[in-house]
Each structure stands twice: as C-alpha cells, then as structure tokens.
C-alpha cells in the first residue's frame, strides 16, 4: 500500500527511523480500517509528520562515586530525554563506583523507563565517555548530548542546546 520511498518523496524527508515510525502509525491506521488507498496513506502521513519525533537524542552522563546526587541527576535528565521523544534514551555509565551510585541506579530502573544502567570496572572519565558514546551509537542515537552527574548542568538549558541543533554541524 505505501513503502517507504513513497513516503519520503511525500513528505520531503530523508531516509531514517522517522521514516519507519510514520510506516508504523500508517500501517497501524490501515489494519484499524481507516486507510483504503495510497492517497489516502499519504495524506495520513503527512497529517501525523509534526507528531512524529523526528530524532532521538542519548542523554549520556558518567558516573562515578556520585551516590548524593544520582538520584536527582537521573530523574531530571530523564524528563529531558522523555520530552525529545518516547525512544530517546538516559544511558549512564557507572565506572566501577564504590559507593553506592549503581545500586541506586538500579532502584531508579523501574521509575524511569527510559533510563539505560551500565556498569563496569573502574577505567578513568576518558574511557567511560568512550564507552557512553559507544552504547548510544550502538543503540541508533541521532542525537548524543553528554553532561556530567555532578548536578553542575541545569536540564532546563538543554532546551537552548536541542532548539540550536540544526544550526550547526
């Protein structure tokens, strides 16, 4: 009924997950019945283009001995990723931590659904951000915004970061 480049030509975007998400919606809205031509799916497309997220962003934050604010850190960048879309992701790398950072990460899973917890040995800041940007790369970001679980960065000034995005390379 319509595929893919059909739908790109329509809506004038380029190939990507934005594509497969309107796909999905319009291939959902046929099976319930209210689609029965091509013209009638691309006219569906391109009403539900602006309520499409079209990009994920991967909130990467390193961790390490940060069991006095990662519970505050991760519940307010989470908010953030959540805002940018259902499948933007909080990916937080705990660095061998020897308090208690990822056991109260691990408590926070359920909370935040979008959070994703890893751990590993102790390798220094450099190595942790290699490995964040890694996972985030690995799990299709198209957005990567680092900040640190200090509590030093205000999630309210991601909005300025996200909304300048396109003006720059």
């Known amino acids: 009924l319509l595929n893919g480049n059909d739908v790109m ?3 004038g975007i380029p190939p990507g997950r934005i594509v497969g998400r309107i796909i999905e919606a319009v291939e959902e809205a046929r099976a319930a019945g209210k689609i029965k031509t091509k013209e009638d799916a691309v006219e569906y497309a391109q009403s539900i283009r602006e309520s499409v997220p079209l990009a994920d962003v991967s909130v990467i934050v390193p961790a390490y001995n940060e069991e006095a604010t990662i519970e ?3 519940a307010a960048w989470h908010q953030v990723a959540k805002e940018v879309s259902p499948s933007s992701r909080l ?5 061998g931590s020897t308090d208690a950072t990822y056991e109260k990460l691990q408590a926070l899973k359920n909370r935040l659904p979008q959070l994703d917890i890893f751990h590993k040995p102790n ?3 450099g190595a942790t951000l290699y490995d964040a940007y890694h996972l985030a790369l690995e799990q299709g970001a ?3 915004f680092q900040t640190d679980s200090d509590d030093q960065t205000d ?4 909005a ?3 909304a300048a995005r396109h003006q720059h390379d």
């Open 160 to 162: 300025l970061f996200w």
């Open 9 to 11: 030509a329509a809506l």
């Open 123 to 125: 390798a220094g800041h």
């Open 155 to 158: 999630p309210a000034d991601f």
């Open 91 to 95: 990916l937080i790398v705990d660095d």
């Open 72 to 74: 505050a850190v991760a």
């Open 142 to 144: 198209d957005y990567i």
